[in-house]
């Protein structure tokens, strides 16, 4: 079964930095890893998804990367701002004959500091 | 204004009942999803559906139904059966092919 980890739990940086979320995952054959930002009560707001076959995605400051071999994802936000300040999930989905399967990481709670 | 929506906000069961979440949407999606989260877990994929009149279980269908009758509705009952069943739950829905998942904004279910 797909197990996805999530480091750090927690990160918390002063404004204007720029800064790397991590996502590792045990399967390597996927169909494709989407992050997603979580504010407190709300539900999931996408950010940006990977097809398998490609190996970085942009939007904005945000910058997301996929190794599928060594089973690894990063998020990377540039010039970080308040605004940031959320809970950061990834995610990745497999298929199978009954349909595509996402399984979630822990996620990262992430403070940018004005 | 297409998305997703999920009713209530807030629910609350009493012991022995059963409770319904409502996910309906607008996007004209094939694909919806249930999902639970719990505090420090991910979360976890209850029940989903490809299509109407089809859905399979996900990791942690045991106390839950649904029911797909209709494209834009994939309500989920919680039984009574579910000894453990406050926790936030999300819909979510998307589109055929490698398209992104699209969430609601949760219902949160406490017991009294």
């Known amino acids: 079964k797909q197990e996805v980890t999530q480091i750090p739990a927690a990160l918390s940086v002063p404004e204007g930095e720029n800064l790397v979320l991590n996502c590792s995952f045990t399967?390597?054959?996927?169909?494709?890893l989407q992050w997603f930002r979580q504010d407190p009560g709300k539900g999931l707001t996408s950010l940006l998804l990977i097809q398998s076959s490609q190996r970085e995605q942009t939007s904005g400051r945000l910058n997301a990367s996929l190794d599928k071999s060594s089973g690894r994802s990063t998020l990377y936000i540039a010039a970080s701002q308040p605004g940031d300040s959320a809970t950061y999930l990834c995610?990745?989905?497999?298929?199978?004959?009954?349909?595509?399967?996402?399984?979630f990481g822990t996620g990262t709670s992430l403070t940018v500091i004005p | 204004d297409g998305g997703i929506t999920q009713s209530p906000k807030y629910l609350f069961r009493k012991e022995g009942q059963n409770v319904t979440l409502s996910c309906e949407q607008n996007?004209?999606?094939?694909?919806m999803y249930w999902y639970r989260q719990d505090p420090g877990q991910g979360l976890r994929l209850i029940y989903y559906?490809?299509?109407?009149?089809?859905?399979q279980k996900g990791d942690i269908a045991e106390g839950y139904s649904v029911s797909r009758e209709k494209k834009e509705s994939f309500p989920l009952t919680v039984t009574s059966a579910q000894k453990n069943p406050t926790a936030f739950y999300l819909c979510a829905s998307r589109a055929q092919g490698v398209q992104p998942q699209h969430f609601g904004d949760g219902t949160r279910l406490s017991i009294l």
């Open positions: 399967d390597s054959a996927i169909y494709n």
């Open positions: 559906s490809q299509i109407v009149n089809d859905f």
């Open positions: 995610a990745v989905s497999t298929t199978s004959n009954t349909g595509n399967q996402f399984y």
């Open positions: 996007l004209n999606h094939d694909a």
